[in-house]
């Protein structure tokens, strides 16, 4: 019994590893065309027409990329410390890291959600999850910097996250993981007993996007894996797809693959907003923190919450249902109509589509097929559309053209398969190299995709690229779909591991895109607007480094009277008022990082002279001609000694304002020549 156990055990892990080889040889040296290379260039000085933005999976950040031409524009730190610059290390966004559990300078973010009005992107702001320590962040996407992180309280591994309603109402949130509810020491072959799941609604404010959590729904222990937002005529509804629905605790891969069919949630959340509104919901004490970014100071602000508001589906009738979804299903996604929800099982050979409509109805003629814990399981029959017949193997996720077509990914047959919703016939397939997880087309979760590209990202790379050692960068594989069949036009590296990607139509961000601070509303306590009031103040064993930054030079950029075991705090303000100027600051010696900092903004860097002696400090971004003059010197001196505080650039100009003045037109000239 035990080997034969063991045997179905290495088999059900062949079919996976297997499916990462399984099409290497023949087709990997496919040529492209001329006509192929030409539709993916964009010619040198020439835009993109979309930003793709990629999480980053197990790097913790995002990526922006410019579509057709794949070129990588930004990475965007959310979860992970990032020393070039400073996101993490300053002193205006450690706060951005705490949790209940301290300060967690990394994690693994995996579904991109672009804020969207009317089911239609809008281009403001960018929401994604972080798995291991559950958060939510946002970005804004007039300065592509990361301003808020919610934690989310009592779950684990926060995988169905962020999912988007359709005029950002909501990010819906299901934990992966089953946990103790509240935590508790028990036994984990207590599973069926102790563990819960939770279903968070995290609520956006329409005008600042500031995330609350609204609700919590108490749903049974299995793992929710994803979820989509109904549109249009489901719009109210969310769709969540379950693994485990065994409750199985250990050797998930055989333990939790036993049913022949795995359960969709489906939530009425306008009925949990009105159970909300009457009081339904019982409060439970906990720990989590929100973290945000003040706007005025763009200092990061942190605070404890200790309440959250929990709705139980037992005691709320109506507003959570099951759907039956054949064998461990993964994506679940809602056509552009809303009419149509696709349940992609992994282990299935068939993909189920299922209709609204028809569960609206099965609902109303309480078509059910028992329950679990109290919740309805809808008849699959009754709310099932129709079967995609033998698609391919391991069906991942799936997104739509707006031509009423769907494409799904098969991480084991390796392809990207082209479908019509309507008819769930078979229209085309290409391969790609090697499983693609997800896939994206601009706007291919809204009311209206921009039908014209697809990027498959693949989760295996092996001989795509030159080898760069046991680990290769992951490849994206752009696809035009603007045809009856997809062709395959551009190959990509991307950062970390890119799980979703969503990509909007350029015209929505660049004209709102930042250029710079401005200096007149930068209200940071420790901002020195102009380079007169540059000074040094000590405080005990503090000191406060009030310092400057304008083409090329630092100011003051001579320093004495530090003393070891002081703590020295620079706060560096990029007085540039031009786009594309940042200043950088790094001091010899110091443990954290370097700062970046944009011109209008301040930042603060935390140094801790260990020695005595002369210590160089330098602007790290080569900002003009003179950029390697832009330097200074700190002195420290024994702890104790009586070396008095002296700084300046230069005593004459520190006192005349006219002589400053002429001094920094004459400076940025000179500078401006290089640039
Ligand atoms: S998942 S590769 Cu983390 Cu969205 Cu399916
Ligand atoms: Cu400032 Cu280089």
Request: aromatic share 12%; proline share 6%.
């Amino acid at each position: 019994m035990k080997t034969h156990y063991l045997n179905y055990v290495a088999g059900l892990s062949l079919i996976f590893l297997m499916a990462s080889c399984g099409n290497q040889g023949s087709e990997t040296s496919q040529v492209l065309g001329g006509s192929a290379a030409e539709q993916a260039y964009v010619a040198p000085g020439e835009y993109d027409e979309f930003y793709a933005f990629m999480s980053g999976g197990y790097s913790g950040q995002i990526t922006a990329y410019g579509l057709p031409s794949g070129r990588l524009l930004k990475e965007i730190p959310v979860f992970s410390k990032y020393p070039e610059n400073g996101y993490g290390y300053s002193e205006e966004t450690k706060a951005m890291f705490n949790t209940s559990y301290g300060e967690v300078p990394w994690d693994d973010s995996h579904h991109i959600e672009l804020s969207q009005t009317d089911g239609e992107f809008d281009g403001r702001w960018l929401f994604v999850n972080g798995n291991n320590t559950p958060r939510i962040a946002r970005v804004d996407l007039k300065t592509f910097e990361t301003v808020e992180i919610l934690e989310i309280p009592d779950v684990a591994g926060l995988h169905c996250a962020p999912f988007i309603t359709e005029n950002s109402e909501y990010l819906v949130s299901g934990t992966r993981f089953s946990v103790p509810i509240p935590q508790k020491d028990v036994p984990i072959d207590t599973y069926k007993k102790n563990f819960k799941g939770l279903i968070n609604y995290v609520s956006v404010d329409p005008e600042h996007g500031h995330m609350e959590l609204a609700f919590q729904i108490e749903m049974p222990g299995f793992n929710y894996d994803l979820a989509r937002n109904g549109k249009g005529k489901s719009h109210g509804w969310s769709f969540l797809t379950t693994y485990n629905s065994e409750q199985e605790h250990s050797l998930l891969e055989v333990n939790a693959s036993q049913k022949d069919k795995d359960l969709m949630a489906v939530i009425n959340w306008k009925k949990a907003e009105q159970y909300m509104k009457e009081g339904k919901f019982t409060e439970r004490e906990t720990s989590y923190f929100h973290n945000l970014m003040n706007e005025e100071t763009s200092i990061a602000e942190s605070e404890e919450k200790t309440l959250t508001k929990i709705l139980d589906p037992k005691e709320c009738p109506d507003m959570v249902y099951f759907i039956p979804v054949p064998k461990s299903p993964h994506g679940c996604d809602v056509d552009p109509t809303g009419e149509y929800i696709v349940g992609n099982g992994k282990l299935s050979a068939d993909m189920s589509v299922y209709s609204f409509d028809k569960i609206m109805k099965a609902i109303e003629e309480k078509n059910f097929d028992g329950e679990f814990d109290g919740i309805p399981i809808i008849s699959y029959e009754a709310a099932l559309d129709g079967i995609v017949k033998k698609p391919g193997l391991g069906p991942l996720h799936t997104e739509f053209d707006g031509r009423g077509n769907a494409y799904t990914t098969f991480f084991i047959s390796s392809e990207v398969v082209k479908w019509d919703v309507a008819s769930k016939e078979i229209l085309d397939r290409q391969s790609t190299f090697y499983s693609p997880g997800h896939l994206v087309i601009p706007g291919g979760e809204t009311k209206k995709p921009d039908g014209k590209y697809l990027v498959a990202m693949n989760k295996i790379t092996k001989d795509r690229y030159l080898p760069t050692g046991p680990e290769l960068a992951h490849s994206a594989q752009l696809f035009d779909i603007s045809g009856d069949k997809m062709k395959l036009i551009l190959d990509f590296p991307t950062k970390g591991e890119p799980h979703y990607a969503q990509a909007i139509a350029a015209d929505k961000i660049q004209p709102n895109s930042v250029k710079f601070y401005d200096i007149e509303n930068n209200k940071h306590p420790y901002a020195t607007l102009g380079e007169s009031k540059t000074r040094v103040e000590r405080d005990g064993d503090e000191v406060h480094v009030y310092m400057t930054a304008i083409r090329s030079h630092l100011a003051p950029d001579n320093i004495e009277g530090f003393k070891v075991g002081d703590k020295v705090y620079f706060h560096l303000t990029n007085l540039e008022q031009d786009w594309d100027v940042p200043h950088g600051f790094a001091i010899q010696g110091a443990t954290n990082a370097e700062l970046l900092v944009m011109p209008g903004q301040t930042r603060t860097l935390l140094w801790e002279p260990k020695r005595p002696g002369v210590f160089a400090f330098y602007c790290t971004d080569f900002c003009s001609a003179l950029h390697q003059e832009m330097s200074g010197y700190a002195r420290v001196s024994p702890k104790g000694s009586n070396v008095p505080l002296k700084w300046g650039l230069n005593e004459k100009l520190r006192e005349n304002e006219q002589a400053a003045h002429d001094f920094y037109e004459k400076a940025k000239q000179n500078a401006n020549i290089g640039k």
